[in-house]
């Protein structure tokens, strides 16, 4: 395994002291390739700028908002292929909020979770520390590598994580066998949903936050439901549990089939989000939004194969996101100081996640990123690792 790379990715006290220009030539067009916030189109801001004065900074309960709401609902079911008796159903504070929420609302005594890194794990320490809930079930990967969720005749919901934002490893969206009937599965799809197909049959809870394979903003999240849990979130609202306001998904539910939501929403997300889910529309949707991402993901995957220094971190190229792909690099070539030097040439966002503490590229290579700027961020780095003369 290479060194873990600098914790601070700002610090510049591991610059050569003399910059590396990259030439203009070499540069993306756009050099934001962050995992979230993300990149938002240029013509995602025009079309807010032009709502600047009607839509902006007027109610959430009136027609405008509500229908920009019915705008994102339907198009996200549409996109996604939602199964007939699935609703969209959104609410505020981000998928982090809803792990809390689907804690209260959904898991009825006993949680499953599949763990691959800091955000599945994450959901896996919230249902465990509930005090309503039974101990939960947990299987977990070394990082870099999947674990499924194992069979399980105790719980009554099953988690895991369509893209393991920390690590770069994609799990199947697949009902595990063997466990029992009415266990819901709820996947976290956060930085995969809208950039590869899924079968929602296959999932009770599929559900995000916009501001990464949407190129939106943060501080909303989405669910697409099933009938099956829908009538779970009705069966634990009636069952005396105390669940707070703005985590009972039986308020989510009223409100969102009001095309409203409880409490204020952030509208310029809204904005962003369905603009963008109109331009996936209008360009052929998911299939083409996923093909973007996978053109992206295979080069880098490629590139790194092709360099004796960088390598991609999930050993296993079935379990490779295709939309956030992790490099390691040689322990000759400090990845601060390629991050640094990228940094200020305006290459943005490229560091690992924070905790895996790792000599790695981390890159997000969402629709909205153009697969030729993906292209033109390994050549600015082959230019940096060569002037860095490692
Ligand atoms: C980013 C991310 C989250 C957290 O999203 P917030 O909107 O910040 O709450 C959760 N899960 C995954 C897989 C993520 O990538």
């Given at each position: 395994?290479?060194?873990?790379?600098?914790?601070?990715?700002?610090?510049?006290?591991?610059?050569?002291?003399?910059?590396?220009?990259?030439?203009?030539?070499?540069?993306?067009?756009?050099?934001?390739?962050?995992?979230?916030?993300?990149?938002?189109?240029?013509?995602?801001?025009?079309?807010?700028?032009?709502?600047?004065?009607?839509?902006?900074?007027?109610?959430?309960?009136?027609?405008?908002?509500?229908?920009?709401?019915?705008?994102?609902?339907?198009?996200?079911?549409?996109?996604?292929?939602?199964?007939?008796?699935?609703?969209?159903?959104?609410?505020?504070?981000?998928?982090?909020?809803?792990?809390?929420?689907?804690?209260?609302?959904?898991?009825?005594?006993?949680?499953?979770?599949?763990?691959?890194?800091?955000?599945?794990?994450?959901?896996?320490?919230?249902?465990?520390?509930?005090?309503?809930?039974?101990?939960?079930?947990?299987?977990?990967?070394?990082?870099?590598?999947?674990?499924?969720?194992?069979?399980?005749?105790?719980?009554?919901?099953?988690?895991?994580?369509?893209?393991?934002?920390?690590?770069?490893?994609?799990?199947?969206?697949?009902?595990?066998?063997?466990?029992?009937?009415?266990?819901?599965?709820?996947?976290?799809?956060?930085?995969?949903?809208?950039?590869?197909?899924?079968?929602l049959?296959?999932?009770?809870?599929?559900?995000?936050?916009?501001?990464k394979?949407?190129?939106?903003?943060?501080?909303l999240?989405?669910?697409?439901?099933?009938?099956?849990?829908?009538?779970?979130?009705?069966?634990?609202?009636?069952?005396?549990?105390?669940?707070?306001?703005?985590?009972?998904?039986?308020?989510?539910?009223?409100?969102?089939?009001?095309?409203?939501?409880?409490?204020?929403?952030?509208?310029?997300?809204?904005?962003?989000l369905?603009?963008?889910?109109?331009?996936?529309?209008?360009?052929?949707?998911?299939?083409?939004?996923?093909?973007?991402?996978?053109?992206s993901?295979?080069?880098?995957?490629?590139?790194?194969d092709?360099?004796?220094?960088?390598?991609?971190?999930?050993a296993?190229?079935?379990?490779?996101?295709?939309?956030?792909?992790?490099?390691?690099?040689?322990?000759?070539?400090?990845a601060?100081?390629?991050?640094?030097?990228?940094?200020?040439?305006?290459?943005?966002?490229?560091?690992?996640?924070?905790?895996?503490?790792?000599?790695?590229l981390?890159?997000?290579?969402?629709?909205?990123?153009?697969?030729?700027?993906?292209?033109?961020?390994?050549?600015?780095?082959?230019?940096?690792?060569?002037?860095?003369?490692?």
């Amino acid at each position: 395994m290479p060194p873990a790379a600098p914790t601070s990715t700002t610090s510049t006290s591991a610059t050569p002291a003399t910059p590396i220009r990259i030439p203009e030539h070499l540069l993306p067009r756009d050099g934001r390739f962050g995992s979230g916030p993300s990149k938002v189109r240029p013509e995602q801001m025009a079309a807010l700028a032009a709502v600047g004065e009607t839509l902006m900074g007027t109610s959430h309960r009136q027609t405008p908002v509500r229908s920009l709401v019915r705008r994102v609902r339907e198009g996200v079911a549409d996109l996604l292929g939602a199964p007939e008796g699935y609703e969209v159903l959104l609410g505020n504070g981000g998928a982090t909020s809803f792990w809390d929420a689907a804690t209260f609302s959904l898991a009825r005594s006993r949680a499953h979770h599949a763990v691959n890194g800091e955000f599945s794990g994450k959901f896996y320490a919230g249902t465990n520390a509930a005090p309503f809930l039974e101990e939960s079930e947990v299987v977990r990967a070394e990082p870099g590598s999947l674990a499924l969720p194992a069979p399980s005749t105790a719980a009554d919901v099953v988690a895991w994580a369509h893209n393991e934002t920390s690590t770069g490893v994609a799990s199947p969206v697949v009902r595990p066998a063997g466990g029992t009937d009415d266990a819901l599965t709820l996947v976290d799809a956060t930085s995969i949903a809208g950039a590869t197909p899924v079968d929602l049959r296959e999932s009770d809870v599929y559900y995000f936050s916009p501001q990464k394979a949407f190129a939106s903003d943060g501080g909303l999240w989405l669910a697409v439901v099933s009938p099956a849990a829908l009538a779970r979130i009705e069966e634990i609202a009636a069952s005396g549990r105390w669940i707070p306001e703005s985590l009972a998904l039986s308020q989510a539910v009223t409100n969102s089939r009001l095309d409203q939501t409880l409490n204020t929403p952030a509208l310029a997300t809204l904005v962003l989000l369905a603009e963008q889910l109109d331009w996936f529309r209008d360009n052929g949707g998911i299939e083409w939004a996923a093909a973007r991402s996978r053109r992206s993901t295979d080069h880098l995957y490629a590139w790194a194969d092709a360099r004796e220094w960088a390598t991609p971190f999930v050993a296993d190229p079935a379990h490779r996101s295709p939309v956030v792909a992790t490099i390691d690099l040689a322990a000759s070539v400090p990845a601060g100081q390629v991050i640094s030097a990228l940094r200020e040439n305006g290459v943005l966002d490229v560091f690992p996640y924070r905790k895996l503490g790792r000599n790695q590229l981390r890159v997000a290579a969402f629709p909205a990123v153009d697969p030729a700027d993906v292209e033109a961020l390994t050549a600015c780095v082959d230019y940096v690792v060569e002037r860095l003369g490692a």
